[in-house]
Structures are given as structure tokens and as C-alpha cells.
């Protein structure tokens, strides 16, 4: 796999109206999952409120089904760090036996469709364990499969203990900008390789 990353700083309509990032853009071989700012009102589906957040995902989230790309979608459309959330998809499941699944419900029956509307799980395949990272969209949280430690403390820190849940999966982080993203990556690198 090859992979190009550009940085380009401007405001959203300085970036729609380039034509070096257009020619850049189209360039790419497929279809890329990346996020610009859209004036359009997103109404949250737990609360009925509207939000005139506007995150437009444009190309699929890396990883995920089919089935779950327009539900993830509207997840990251409340995330101020979809672009960043995009960019630790698209590491985390370049590595290699890396699938992403969405959820079994308690009530899910063979040939339902799985859940995407809580969290992602990143599972090494052909492991014993469950996925070694849990994935939230609308929130940036990642949730790792790995107990708190000093050296967690020195490698990520953002990250931060849990007290409450699986006690295999006590360490979380936020990814809100570029230094929280390789926080996450080097976390979620340390989770797959104990997987």
C-alpha cells in the first residue's frame, strides 16, 4: 500500500477554490474518505436537536462495511476531529489482518445486519482476543486493550485510565488534533502487537 499525506492550510473556502488541492485530489487512485466543512444543519438522532455542525465525509471511512459507511458518516458529522478520526482509520487498518466490525446487538439473529451506531471494533484477525481498539465516531474516544501503565503515562500523555469496565480495556484516549492522532496510533500499535 502506498500512502500520500499533504498538509494544506486554509480556510475552507480558500481549499475549495485551489486548484493545486483539486489536481491533488484527483489524483488519487481511489476513493478517499476525507472531511470539509458543509453548510447543512445535522439533526442528532438521539435527541432530535439540530446542529449546524456541517462535517460532509466525503469518500468511505476506511475499514468499515459497506452497510455501515452512511451510519458512521453521520457519526463523524459531530466530530470537531473527523479528519484526524479518518486519518487513524486509515493507519490502524492498513496494518496487516486488520478488520473493522460493527456490533451484534443482544437481539441480532443470523442475516441481521451488524450495528454501527456505537463504536467500532478493530480486531487483529485470527486472534483470540476481541478487537484491540474500540472506535468511537462522533467522539474521536479510543478505547484500547490495555491496562494503564507508566509507560502508557510517557508514550500518550492524553491517554487516561478507566477505573469502570472490561478490566483488559483500561485506557483511553481523545483524538481531537495531531498530537492526540499519533498518540492513538502508537497506543493502538501497542494494543495490536499484544493481540
Given at each position: 500500500?502506498?500512502?500520500?499525506?499533504?498538509?494544506?492550510?486554509?480556510?475552507?473556502?480558500?481549499?475549495?477554490?485551489?486548484?493545486?488541492?483539486?489536481?491533488?485530489?484527483?489524483?488519487q487512485s481511489?476513493?478517499?474518505?476525507?472531511?470539509?466543512?458543509?453548510?447543512?444543519?445535522?439533526v442528532d438522532p438521539e435527541s432530535d436537536d439540530e446542529f449546524d455542525f456541517g462535517w460532509l465525509v466525503e469518500g468511505d471511512v476506511p475499514g468499515v462495511a459497506e452497510e455501515g459507511q452512511a451510519e458512521v458518516k453521520t457519526q463523524l458529522a459531530f466530530n470537531p476531529a473527523a479528519q484526524q478520526f479518518l486519518d487513524f482509520m486509515t493507519?490502524?487498518?492498513s496494518w496487516e489482518n486488520?478488520?473493522?466490525?460493527?456490533?451484534?446487538?443482544?437481539?441480532?439473529?443470523?442475516?441481521?445486519?451488524?450495528?454501527?451506531?456505537?463504536?467500532?471494533?478493530?480486531?487483529?484477525?485470527?486472534?483470540?482476543?476481541?478487537?484491540?481498539?474500540?472506535a468511537f465516531a462522533s467522539t474521536g474516544v479510543i478505547n484500547f486493550r490495555l491496562r494503564y501503565?507508566?509507560?502508557?503515562?510517557?508514550?500518550?500523555?492524553?491517554?487516561?485510565?478507566?477505573?469502570?469496565?472490561?478490566?483488559?480495556?483500561?485506557?483511553?484516549?481523545?483524538?481531537?488534533d495531531e498530537s492526540t492522532l499519533k498518540q492513538a496510533l502508537a497506543l493502538s500499535e501497542m494494543a495490536y502487537d499484544a493481540t
Open positions: 500500500m502506498k500512502l500520500t499525506y499533504v498538509s494544506i492550510e486554509g480556510t475552507p473556502q480558500e481549499l475549495d477554490a485551489s486548484e493545486v488541492v483539486r489536481a491533488l485530489v484527483l489524483q481511489g476513493p478517499v474518505g476525507t472531511v470539509r466543512r458543509s453548510p447543512r444543519v445535522v493507519e490502524a487498518t486488520v478488520a473493522v466490525h460493527g456490533i451484534k446487538r443482544k437481539a441480532w439473529q443470523e442475516g441481521d445486519p451488524l450495528d454501527y451506531t456505537g463504536y467500532l471494533r478493530l480486531r487483529r484477525t485470527g486472534s483470540q482476543y476481541g478487537g484491540f481498539v474500540y501503565s507508566d509507560e502508557i503515562a510517557e508514550l500518550a500523555p492524553d491517554a487516561y485510565p478507566l477505573t469502570k469496565g472490561n478490566h483488559q480495556y483500561r485506557v483511553n484516549i481523545q483524538i481531537r
